[in-house]
């Protein structure tokens, strides 16, 4: 199965998501850009790729034994970027922000207990975001600096294990495990 770990953003962080696409939609008309689903949304902690059933296993029992060590933590939308920069953009994405370091550190933590069971994940520094669209061909894409962003915040509670299938579609994504950060 191919999966990833993940946290959930809610539906207003959503919607906002999908205000934002239209209108780079309007100002990018002639440009191939693959829209993600809102619905499909969320901030990518750790991409594990293609593992058997029992590797997976081992990875939901390393997220129920670290993600309750975390305190349940805030994020906000802070901006827009792309991948590998806004000049250069392959992947549109949000930026997103908390106060403290509380993801950076659950990421860290599952990355090492992770690379104890021989997963390695991406070599490149951890970024929170949140993917919006994938620019197929590398066309120009403009509308950055123009495209105004609500910072609204939302409450990370849990983490999730979820399987990406690939359809022709898009991704279906099925949620494999839910894990509680500690709400105390």
């Given at each position: 199965?191919?999966?990833?770990?993940?946290?959930?953003?809610v539906k207003e962080?959503?919607?906002?998501?999908?205000?934002?696409?239209?209108?780079?939609?309007?100002?990018?008309?002639?440009?191939?850009?693959?829209?993600?689903?809102?619905?499909?949304?969320?901030?990518?902690?750790?991409?594990?790729?293609?593992?058997?059933?029992?590797?997976?296993?081992?990875?939901?029992?390393?997220?129920?034994?670290?993600?309750?060590?975390?305190?349940?933590?805030?994020?906000?939308?802070?901006?827009?970027?792309?991948?590998?920069?806004?000049?250069?953009p392959n992947i549109?994405?949000?930026?997103?922000?908390?106060?403290?370091?509380?993801?950076?550190?659950?990421?860290?933590?599952?990355?090492?207990?992770?690379?104890?069971?021989?997963?390695?994940?991406?070599?490149?520094?951890?970024?929170?975001?949140?993917?919006?669209?994938?620019?197929?061909?590398?066309?120009?894409?403009?509308?950055?600096?123009?495209?105004?962003?609500?910072?609204?915040?939302?409450?990370?509670?849990?983490?999730?294990?979820?399987?990406?299938?690939?359809?022709?579609?898009?991704?279906?994504?099925?949620?494999?495990?839910?894990?509680?950060?500690?709400?105390?």
């Amino acid at each position: 199965m191919r999966v990833f770990i993940a946290f959930p953003i809610v539906k207003e962080v959503c919607w906002e998501l999908e205000r934002l696409q239209k209108k780079f939609k309007r100002i990018n008309q002639n440009v191939l850009v693959t829209w993600v689903n809102p619905k499909a949304m969320h901030v990518t902690l750790q991409f594990l790729g293609d593992l058997a059933e029992e590797k997976i296993e081992k990875v939901k029992q390393i997220l129920q034994k670290i993600v309750p060590r975390y305190q349940k933590f805030s994020y906000w939308l802070d901006g827009l970027d792309a991948f590998p920069n806004k000049f250069n953009p392959n992947i549109i994405v949000a930026k997103i922000r908390e106060e403290g370091q509380t993801s950076f550190l659950l990421q860290k933590g599952i990355a090492n207990e992770l690379r104890q069971i021989g997963i390695v994940g991406d070599d490149q520094p951890w970024r929170q975001h949140v993917t919006i669209g994938r620019n197929k061909l590398g066309d120009e894409v403009v509308g950055f600096g123009e495209i105004e962003v609500k910072k609204i915040e939302w409450e990370v509670r849990e983490v999730e294990l979820i399987e990406s299938e690939l359809s022709a579609e898009g991704s279906i994504y099925t949620t494999l495990g839910l894990y509680q950060l500690n709400h105390g």
